[in-house]
């Protein structure tokens, strides 16, 4: 892997001097710190506008409520964000003509490649635990405190989720030519997946999947139903398939 180091320090670098990390991370923590805020004001608010049904739930929130909000927007944003840091990771680069000129020196296709998903990997883990910890804080002082465990597998099931879009992303950016391409082929993924997981028996094998075992560990709602293990494992799964094209797509580039 040679030159692995001095191109994801280049491409760490680029994200904090074009902004990428703080946008992506400043609206990650509002999310964070507005969903409790807007949970816990719901009744108040509702109560404005006049009496609401009692069956509908809405006079009575909590920390069940948060999460699934939370949960449910997360892996929406962490994969709509995944795509638009990654469409064009390649594809730009090999545009503009750096990729062939950074690879006339001594790094490798595949540090080349590696670097680029474990800057996207590091701006993803940071946007993701900057959400959870701000939600975190805020549930604690307006509901009660929460396992600090528990919410750390929240945040790695977040991460890892949005991590399938970044490598699906990257592969269609090491394919086309445009970022704009590679985009579309990470929101069809995505449709597609959300799609596919409507289907009850495959949902527990998709990136999806991770949103239902993230709730259930929160929520201490662990039940048979909720296969954890497979979940993760399906995903890790996706991702290294997704970089094996990325890489067998690169390696045969005429840059």
């Known amino acids: 892997m040679r030159g ?5 320090e280049k491409e760490v670098v680029e994200a904090w001097r074009s902004y990428r990390i703080a946008v992506v991370c400043g609206l990650f923590v509002v999310l964070g710190i507005a969903l409790p805020i807007v949970v816990q004001s719901l009744p108040a608010i509702t109560r404005v506008f006049g009496q609401v ?15 699934d909000v939370l949960v449910r927007l ?4 962490g994969a709509v964000a995944a795509i638009f840091l990654a469409m064009g990771s390649i594809a730009t680069e090999r545009a503009a003509g750096t990729a062939s000129f950074v690879l006339a020196k001594p790094v490798s296709r595949g540090a080349f490649l590696w670097a680029k998903f474990v800057a996207l990997a590091l701006i993803l883990g940071l946007a993701t635990a900057l959400t959870v910890v701000a939600a975190w804080l805020y549930v604690a002082l307006l509901f009660e405190p929460q396992s600090v465990i528990d919410w750390a597998q929240l945040w790695l099931l977040a991460w890892l989720s949005a991590l399938v ?5 990257l592969a269609a950016s090491s394919s086309v030519r445009s970022p704009a391409g590679a985009a579309a082929i990470g929101f069809m993924a995505f449709a597609v997946l959300a799609l596919a997981s409507t289907v009850i028996t495959l949902n527990p094998w ?10 259930a560990t929160v929520l201490g709602e662990l039940g048979p139903d909720v296969d954890p293990g497979r979940t993760v494992a399906a995903s890790i799964a996706l991702i290294a398939a997704a970089l094996g094209v990325a890489w067998l797509r690169f390696r045969r580039e005429d840059l």
Do not use: F
């Open 206 to 215: 998709l990136p999806t999947g991770l949103a239902e075992v993230a709730q």
């Open 4 to 8: 692995y180091r001095a191109i994801l």
């Open 74 to 77: 997360l892996w929406q944003l």
């Open 165 to 169: 879009y970044a490598a699906i992303t």
């Open 53 to 67: 049904d009692p069956e509908i739930g809405i006079n009575q929130t909590g920390v069940p409520d948060v999460v």
